[in-house]
């Protein structure tokens, strides 16, 4: 007499759902993103300027991975504002880069930006055909992980990096979403767990431990140290920023 298996449904939370983190993109081909909904992070400062902008009321912002692209969009959309940032500076002939500062209510409010820059938009092109793809910083904390904490699908925090290489923002960033959502029935990877152990100890003084990584540095030599400092608020914003064909849009 033969015995079945009782082999439980993929995915979902009732299966145990994994909670992933994936340290550089350079890392995104070793999963399946199709079965995951994916969180891109890259706090210095893509996603954190693209959360702000979308919540003071952008109508989109369009991620591009070259700067020839974000060019093209020029000529047909003439109206659209055109954004380029290329190691922490903003590309000559732009109307910004991707400072925070840049995408308050008074210049994006009802505006459509096209948007490339050095770390973020990379990731997230690599991550475009996930189930489900949104942007994530310490700006809208809170309110993605009670996103997250209500879907049944496997998660990926995609930490953008520098330049493919680890970084120490983005991975503290992950951990802090791995944090909120581990006591629930997610199954945790070891970049799950080793970014939550790192977020344990610089979560009582994030500023000060993020004062010492490369970006940081290469930040202030630019003489932008207010970027850092805005982009480590908690919770300023509540939107999440979802792809939508080729734009970023407000989740509703």
């Known amino acids: ?50 959360c702000y902008g979308i919540d003071n009321g952008a109508e989109a912002i369009i991620p591009v991975s070259e700067v020839e692209e974000c060019v093209a969009y020029q000529g047909k959309y003439s109206h659209y504002l055109l954004a380029a940032e290329r190691d922490g500076k903003v590309v000559t002939g732009f109307d910004f880069g991707n400072s925070p500062f840049s995408y308050t209510k008074e210049k994006v409010a009802g505006k459509t930006v096209v948007l490339t820059t050095t770390n973020g938009t ?33 998660i990926l925090l995609v930490c953008a990096g520098w330049k493919n290489n680890f970084n120490l923002e983005d991975t503290l960033f992950a951990g802090a979403v791995v944090d909120q959502l581990k006591g629930g029935s997610f199954v945790l990877d070891d970049a799950a767990i080793a970014s ?18 490369s970006h940081s540095e290469r930040l202030k030599k630019l003489g932008i140290e207010a970027d850092i400092a805005f982009c480590l608020q908690v919770d300023i914003t509540t939107a999440i920023p979802v792809l939508e064909g080729e734009k970023l849009v407000k989740l509703v």
């Open 1 to 50: 007499m033969s015995i079945e298996k009782n082999t439980p449904p993929l995915g979902g939370r009732g299966a145990g759902a994994e909670l992933n983190v994936c340290l550089s993109p350079s890392l995104i081909p070793l999963f399946e993103v199709e079965d995951y909904i994916v969180v891109i992070i890259d706090i210095f400062r893509a996603t954190s300027s693209i």
């Open 122 to 154: 990379h990731a997230l092109h690599l991550s475009r055909n996930a189930k489900k793809v949104v942007i994530g910083s310490f700006l809208n904390l809170t309110s993605i992980c009670t996103w997250l904490k209500t879907q049944d699908d496997n």
């Open 196 to 213: 939550n152990d790192l977020y344990q100890i610089a979560k009582d003084n994030l500023d000060t431990y993020l004062k010492k990584t």
